[in-house]
């Protein structure tokens, strides 16, 4: 089983930015698309975000399209997530798994805090 972590996340103000990384223990190349999700207190688990294996193909939620950016890097097993232009209610903890069916194994994820 491959393990996931992810790190990047902090405090920021809104309209700033954060990158947050996803390594993987083994190799991405052939594992297909990878997503991003995140789940805020009280909320389910949201996806934000996906790439295909070769990251030719992405896609995105319309509350996050625009602002957020997923990019991976095979050789490195990891998969990246810009976010600009970040607000309030993106706060959340954030976490990579596959996509459209995620392990049952989940990260520790990492949190990001939109804040003034």
């Known amino acids: 089983q491959v393990q996931l972590v992810e790190s990047g996340g902090g405090w920021v103000q809104p309209g700033g930015s954060l990158r947050l990384s996803c390594a993987a223990s083994?190799?991405?190349?052939?594992?297909?698309?990878m997503g991003w999700y995140r789940q805020a207190p009280g909320k389910e688990r949201e996806f934000v975000a996906g790439?295909?294996?070769?990251?030719?193909?992405?896609n995105y939620p319309d509350s996050v399209k625009g602002r957020f950016t997923i990019s991976r890097d095979n050789a490195k097993n990891t998969v990246y997530l810009q976010m600009n232009s970040l607000k309030p209610e993106d706060t959340a903890v954030y976490y990579c798994?596959?996509?459209?069916?995620?392990?049952?194994?989940w990260g520790q994820g990492t949190q990001v805090t939109v804040s003034s």
């Open positions: 790439i295909s294996r070769t990251g030719q193909n992405k």
């Open positions: 798994n596959t996509y459209p069916r995620p392990w049952d194994y």
């Open positions: 083994g190799s991405i190349a052939n594992i297909g698309v």
